[in-house]
């Protein structure tokens, strides 16, 4: 064999000490040892110098073959005076055993990234992503800090996502507001203003804001996924007697076509600031004068999720809040 035809032997020498003992392979009729002394002694071709890079004596890499080679049934060196020599299938069995470390260098390698957070995959759940929000810009980051990761996103709604948690489908979940949640963690990641989205030729879209009082009469555009759920209650909520519910619009579409309706009249609906930046030009964004707070949003995760690349977002997130 080359002296450099071995790949990764001379490495993997270095990390090895063959002198102790290792678990043993194959229902423990060969300890692991012996093949590492197998391939230090096919990658010098010298017993002596075998030894001399394991650390260990000469007679106890000698005895180890030997052994190794009673177990197999074969020879897999010639010795003679002028040294050893790999046998045919000694050959073969070195280049699959070489074979077999590599594949065993890349496990450890694999198993130690994801036991730091630099491998793997994070099932995220979102209410939406808008190009430039604070999400976006946080998975961002993040991927950009940990290319190893693979990130799995999943829009949905808050009920939705808490099940998905819940039961290990989802390792986190940002939702709009506060949640008190028995099971599960939870914690305000960043907030954001509320904006009332109306199309540009509506009678208040020359105002520097609106009140919930003035909203009163219109038609609100609510999704049926991601937010809209929580939209809904709001709304609800806000005109608990005071005036009667504004007529609300369940709708099955996404973030775009919902913008697109409200820009051609049919009604108005509630985002946050930082989704009135990537809006089309035909709406019109008016903050919500009495509206009392920005409006958080939250992380929520399970307490018994273990995913390492978890807790470095967590983080992350909080750095960038």
């Given at each position: 064999?080359?002296?450099?035809?071995?790949?990764?032997?001379?490495?993997?020498?270095?990390?090895?000490?063959?002198?102790?003992?290792?678990?043993?392979?194959?229902?423990?009729?060969?300890?692991?040892?012996?093949?590492?002394?197998?391939?230090?002694?096919?990658?010098?071709?010298?017993?002596?110098?075998?030894?001399?890079?394991?650390?260990?004596?000469?007679?106890?890499?000698?005895?180890?073959?030997?052994?190794?080679?009673?177990?197999?049934?074969?020879?897999?060196?010639?010795?003679n005076t002028r040294g050893v020599r790999l046998t045919d299938a000694g050959r073969r069995f070195v280049d699959?055993?070489?074979?077999?470390?590599?594949?065993?260098?890349?496990?450890?390698?694999?198993?130690?990234?994801?036991?730091?957070?630099?491998?793997?995959?994070?099932?995220?759940?979102?209410?939406?992503?808008?190009?430039?929000?604070?999400?976006?810009?946080?998975?961002?980051?993040?991927?950009?800090?940990?290319?190893?990761?693979?990130?799995?996103?999943?829009?949905?709604?808050?009920?939705?996502?808490?099940?998905?948690?819940?039961?290990?489908?989802?390792?986190?979940?940002?939702?709009?507001?506060?949640?008190?949640?028995?099971?599960?963690?939870?914690?305000?990641?960043?907030?954001?203003?509320?904006?009332?989205?109306?199309?540009?030729?509506?009678?208040?879209?020359?105002?520097?804001?609106?009140?919930?009082?003035?909203?009163?009469?219109?038609?609100?555009?609510?999704?049926?996924?991601?937010?809209?759920?929580?939209?809904?209650?709001?709304?609800?909520?806000?005109?608990?007697?005071?005036?009667?519910?504004?007529?609300?619009?369940?709708?099955?579409?996404?973030?775009?076509?919902?913008?697109?309706?409200?820009?051609?009249?049919?009604?108005?609906?509630?985002?946050?600031?930082?989704?009135?930046?990537?809006?089309?030009?035909?709406?019109?964004?008016?903050?919500?004068?009495?509206?009392?707070?920005?409006?958080?949003?939250?992380?929520?995760?399970?307490?018994?999720?273990?995913?390492?690349?978890?807790?470095?977002?967590l983080v992350l997130a909080s750095e960038m809040r």
């Amino acid at each position: 064999m080359p002296p450099d035809g071995n790949r990764g032997v001379r490495r993997r020498l270095r990390k090895a000490d063959a002198s102790d003992e290792a678990p043993s392979l194959l229902r423990g009729r060969i300890p692991m040892a012996s093949l590492i002394q197998t391939l230090a002694v096919a990658e010098y071709l010298s017993f002596h110098r075998a030894a001399k890079a394991l650390g260990t004596s000469q007679s106890s890499v000698s005895a180890r073959i030997r052994a190794l080679e009673e177990d197999l049934g074969v020879v897999l060196f010639d010795r003679n005076t002028r040294g050893v020599r790999l046998t045919d299938a000694g050959r073969r069995f070195v280049d699959q055993v070489d074979d077999a470390m590599d594949i065993l260098d890349r496990a450890i390698k694999t198993a130690g990234m994801q036991a730091r957070g630099e491998d793997g995959e994070l099932r995220i759940g979102v209410h939406a992503l808008t190009p430039g929000c604070f999400l976006d810009r946080l998975l961002e980051r993040f991927h950009a800090d940990h290319p190893g990761v693979h990130l799995h996103i999943t829009e949905g709604t808050a009920r939705d996502a808490q099940l998905m948690v819940r039961e290990g489908r989802l390792d986190l979940a940002f939702m709009a507001c506060t949640h008190e949640i028995p099971d599960l963690h939870s914690r305000v990641v960043w907030r954001d203003r509320l904006m009332a989205a109306l199309p540009v030729k509506h009678p208040f879209s020359e105002l520097p804001d609106v009140e919930w009082r003035q909203l009163a009469e219109e038609t609100f555009l609510v999704r049926h996924g991601g937010t809209g759920p929580q939209v809904h209650d709001l709304i609800v909520a806000r005109s608990a007697g005071k005036w009667p519910t504004p007529a609300i619009r369940r709708l099955d579409v996404g973030p775009g076509a919902l913008l697109s309706m409200i820009a051609a009249g049919h009604g108005v609906s509630l985002f946050v600031q930082e989704g009135a930046a990537a809006s089309p030009p035909n709406l019109v964004f008016l903050p919500i004068r009495d509206e009392p707070e920005a409006i958080p949003f939250s992380a929520v995760w399970s307490p018994s999720d273990r995913n390492p690349a978890l807790a470095k977002l967590l983080v992350l997130a909080s750095e960038m809040r």
